[in-house]
């Protein structure tokens, strides 16, 4: 799928949540960025996290492992997450696997991102199945831009990502 941003760009204080499931292979990455941004090309200008413009909360699966493994990026500034987000809901019995030749289902996870413009916090949350809120990572940062901030997502693989509907 590539890099695609939101049209709609996101207020001084928002909240919004993604669920989103990583095949074997495949990532997904949730950011808040810069209009902005360069969108063309592959580098660091347009990758999300790479630059001073976005940051973001990737998760992959490497082909040698089931596990998730998750990291927050900014400005090439790469942060390792010690525990991934919690399994939201499942098809079947979770077992962090793609291959559903077993029968059990694919994990399916959910994160919320919570931006306060006015203090220079972007934060990220892993919500359980229960709507538990964990906080995953907050960036304190100046946004020196004036330039509307957007959400934006990337996936690879047979990777989704999905806007959650707030009630």
């Given at each position: 799928?590539?890099?695609?941003?939101?049209?709609?760009?996101?207020?001084?204080?928002?909240?919004?949540?993604?669920?989103?499931?990583?095949?074997?292979?495949?990532?997904?990455?949730i950011a808040v960025t810069y209009k902005g941004i360069s969108r063309k090309g592959g580098g660091s200008d347009s990758g999300f996290g790479l630059n001073k413009n976005s940051w973001s909360l990737g998760c992959c699966k490497l082909r040698d492992s089931d596990k998730l493994r998750c990291s927050v990026n900014h400005n090439k500034n790469q942060t390792d997450l010690p525990a991934p987000p919690s399994p939201y809901r499942r098809a079947g019995v979770c077992d962090d696997d793609d291959d559903d030749d077993d029968g059990r289902g694919v994990c399916v996870y959910k994160v919320g991102v919570c931006v306060d413009r006015p203090a220079g916090t972007l934060s990220f949350y892993s919500i359980s199945d229960t709507d538990t809120l964990t906080l995953l990572h907050r960036f304190h940062t100046h946004f020196t831009q004036h330039t509307p901030l957007c959400?934006?997502?990337s996936v690879w693989g047979s990777s989704s990502v999905f806007l959650c509907q707030l009630e």
């Open positions: 799928m590539g890099a695609r941003l939101c049209a709609e760009s996101l207020c001084e204080r928002c909240y919004w949540e993604a669920e989103f499931s990583v095949s074997v292979g495949g990532w997904v990455s959400a934006g997502f």
